[in-house]
């Protein structure tokens, strides 16, 4: 290896803020000036408005910030004090609160004529004014942005549409008829050529930015989200620890916790963080992180980790790692580099606007020349080019995307669905691989009696009786899964816990054990062989057996398994009728995975697999080419729902994995996922079909501007008759059903 390669391989991570973002592909176009410098490789976030950057030693961060500055927008490196960046919603909702309450008398005033009192038409000039210029001020200059890179983008027919029409009715006002005292629009159709100095279009500049800033809030108001998975994962560990030293217990916050202090955890705590066991042994909970079902038993030696829970027993542990190097951590990270990494999804209005408007300049240059051509007055001339640049920008446009969104998600919440913003729906039509958690999302996550044996002799009404009398005292979730199982209990005295074998008691004069084979093997007990094989069996089947033994002998075995939500076979026949391909993904061992997967009918699974390998595994599927949706509910799906093309959390689940999540369903009803799948693909079907008629109505009034018949009136109707269709159409989405009714 050459030192050129050695060289090129060192480089250093760095994180950006990124402000004056508008929309994804100004996210695009900071990410490709960023990787256009040598050796840089930069990963750019709409969403969370931050850059991840990778950069060889020579170049400074002060050279990355040039960069960007350059581009058009502004760098900053993240200060762990600073005060948190003002909302960006917060800041639409202001402007757009603002511009209402201009434009409501602006276009009261433009559209009905008896309203327009002497001189009207310079108070509307004072009501636009603002409107245009400060409440639409983020469009012009993205437009100017954008302008400089040689790109349009819908900010760009925005400006363009709003400033033609502000800027020729001022024209009009200052050297037209339209300033003169007493002037009137009248309510009519007809169409009239004339050189355009006695018609205003303030109400459509001002109709125009208000309707975009409205959408433009919606969308910020769900993308303000996008940064609470990895707030909420790191509010999950415990805020306060119980530090031993010299045999004195002090409760210190957590972040006074170095490597190698020794601190206490009492049953129902959480174990404040990664570290190894001096002392004690206990059932430990670890299923928020690793998924498996059933708790874990531990000792001293045992490697325990950070924020899950010590369900019994008394532990001293030893720090092994704390802050930024635990587990926690790393899937908090991994959250945040796979929603970083994601892919942003142009908003389709910029894609089209991106089309448009270079035909629309083309037709209105044409328009221009083509009048001075035939020997038209150059102002004519100039009145034509100019309609049609007003009547090119339809106000619908902002009204396209949010009214489907919030119609979509309205209905999504009256079935318990939460569609968390329009990027969201275009991957819905993609994905053709569906990833499901195994416990918790294809399982109720709760362990449950699945089976009683008993031997020559005994019933296993008496069996569960008597392992369910003797477990009724413990606190192990397998002991209350048998409790639950029934109703009646024996009278039980001398009650003991033996940490990771088993129970002891006196049931009704009678010596009994419930627990595992090591626990009768110390008190030399006898376990026949139909006992041993009962066991094996289920063990085979994916289930965990407790051992049931009285006065000297094995009675009995009660298998434990956390069962099938009666949904799911449901579930994964909606799946693949939507052609995806669904795949069983769990940290619980291959035999419970491959059980559970025959019940419900999913021919793929994963099984014993850490968060981490979740996420990879997820990455894995989409270097192949596969688009995948995953499902889940713990902590340790978070980075796997980030990483997907598609998140889909249960609401029954953590707030971690929720926030991760692009689609959140509020029951555990796996069947939601489908419907979440298909009213998010009926709500694109919606949006693409109201962009199309929100331009549909203007383009076929430009012929109309260019051969210089436009008038006030149809250019209002022009707005008026696609708001009302895109509104319209977008109310269809109340009357979709899901199947989970």
């Given amino acids: 290896m050459t030192s050129n390669t050695v060289e090129s391989e060192r480089r250093d991570s760095l994180e950006l803020n990124i402000s004056g973002m508008t929309c994804a592909s100004c996210a695009a176009r900071v990410e490709k000036k960023l990787n256009k410098v040598g050796g840089v490789q930069a990963s750019v976030n709409y969403a969370t408005e931050k850059a991840k950057i990778l950069h060889p030693p020579g170049i ?55 309203l327009q009192f002497p001189g009207w038409q310079w108070v509307s000039l004072a009501l636009a004014t603002p409107v245009v210029f400060w409440a639409g001020w983020g469009f012009h ?92 994962l790191l509010e999950l560990g415990a805020t306060e620890v119980s530090l031993l030293a010299d045999g004195v217990e002090t409760r210190v916050p957590i972040a006074q916790l170095v490597v190698g202090d020794v601190f206490l955890v009492r049953p129902g705590e959480q174990i404040a963080t990664d570290g190894e066991v001096v002392e004690g042994a206990a059932t430990v909970d670890e299923s928020m992180l690793t998924g ?28 092994s790692a704390v802050g930024a190097d635990t587990q926690l951590a790393q899937i908090a990270r991994l959250v945040e580099e796979a929603q970083t990494g994601k892919a942003a999804v142009q908003r389709l209005a910029d894609t089209v606007s991106g089309i448009f408007v270079p035909i629309v300049l083309g037709i209105a240059v044409v328009t221009f020349a083509g009048w001075v051509v035939t020997g038209a007055t150059v102002p004519f001339a100039l009145t034509a080019a100019i309609a049609v640049l007003i009547i090119a920008c339809p106000c619908a446009l902002g009204l396209a995307t949010p009214t ?261 369903l509020m029951r555990g009803d796996l069947r939601l996922a489908g419907d979440a799948i298909r009213l998010s693909r009926v709500t694109l079907r919606t949006i693409k079909a109201n962009l199309f008629w929100a331009f549909a109505y203007n383009v076929a009034a430009i012929p109309v501007a260019a051969l210089g018949f436009l008038n006030p009136m149809i250019a209002s109707a022009a707005m008026a008759f696609s708001s009302v269709f895109v509104v319209s159409n977008s109310l269809r989405l109340r009357g979709f059903r899901g199947t989970a009714q």
């Fill in 60 to 114: 400074s961060v002060d050279d990355l910030i040039a960069v960007v500055e350059k581009t058009g927008y502004g760098a900053s490196i993240p200060e762990p004090d600073a005060p948190e960046p003002p909302d960006a919603a917060v800041l639409y909702w202001r402007r757009l609160v603002v511009a209402a309450a201009l434009t409501v008398p602006l276009l009261v005033l433009a559209m009905v004529t008896p």
């Fill in 141 to 232: 200059r993205s437009a100017l942005v954008n302008l400089r890179h040689g790109a349009t983008t819908m900010d760009t027919l925005i400006s363009m549409g709003t400033l033609a029409a502000y800027l020729w009715s001022v024209y009009a006002l200052v050297f037209g008829s339209a300033g003169e005292i007493g002037m009137h629009h009248p309510f009519e159709f007809v169409l009239r050529r004339t050189d355009g100095t006695a018609n205003i279009y303030f109400e459509a500049a001002g109709a125009i930015i208000t309707f975009i800033l409205a959408g433009r809030y919606f969308e910020a108001r769900s993308r303000r989200r996008a940064g609470e998975a990895v707030r909420a």
């Fill in 292 to 319: 498996e079902s059933v708790p874990v038993e531990v000792g001293v030696g045992s490697s325990v980790t950070g924020a899950t829970v010590n369900t019994d027993g008394r532990l001293v542990v030893r720090a």
């Fill in 404 to 664: 489907a969104l919030l119609v979509g998600t309205g209905r999504g919440a009256q079935l318990g669905i939460v569609i968390k913003g329009p990027e969201i729906l275009e991957n819905t039509r993609t994905v053709d691989t569906i990833v499901l958690d195994k416990t918790g999302t294809v399982t109720t996550g709760a362990m449950q009696v699945a089976a009683v044996f008993a031997t020559p002799g005994e019933t296993t009404d008496e069996v569960l009786r008597v392992a369910a009398s003797a477990e009724a005292a413990s606190e192990h979730p397998i002991a209350r899964a048998i409790a639950a199982a029934s109703p009646v209990r024996e009278e039980v005295a001398d009650f003991r816990n033996t940490p990771g074998r088993g129970v002891t008691a006196t049931v009704s004069g009678r010596h009994v054990l419930v627990g595992t084979a090591a626990l009768l093997d110390d008190r030399g007990w006898d376990v026949p062989a139909a006992i041993a094989g009962r066991v094996t069996s289920e063990a085979a089947a994916g289930r965990t057996s407790v051992l049931v033994a009285w006065d000297g002998h094995a009675r009995g075995v009660v298998s434990v398994a956390d069962s099938v939500k009666d949904t799911s076979p449901e579930a994964v026949e909606q799946f693949r009728a939507l052609g995806l391909t669904p795949i069983l993904l769990t940290g619980d061992n291959a035999v419970a995975a491959r059980a559970v997967a025959r019940e419900v009918g999913i021919d793929e699974v994963v099984a014993e697999v850490l968060p981490a390998d979740k996420a990879a595994l997820v990455r894995d599927l989409q270097a192949s080419g596969r688009r995948v949706a995953m499902v889940g509910d713990g902590v340790n799906d978070a980075a796997a729902l980030a990483q997907a093309d598609l998140g889909i959390a249960l609401g029954t689940g953590t707030h971690a994995a929720i926030e991760a999540s692009d689609l959140t």
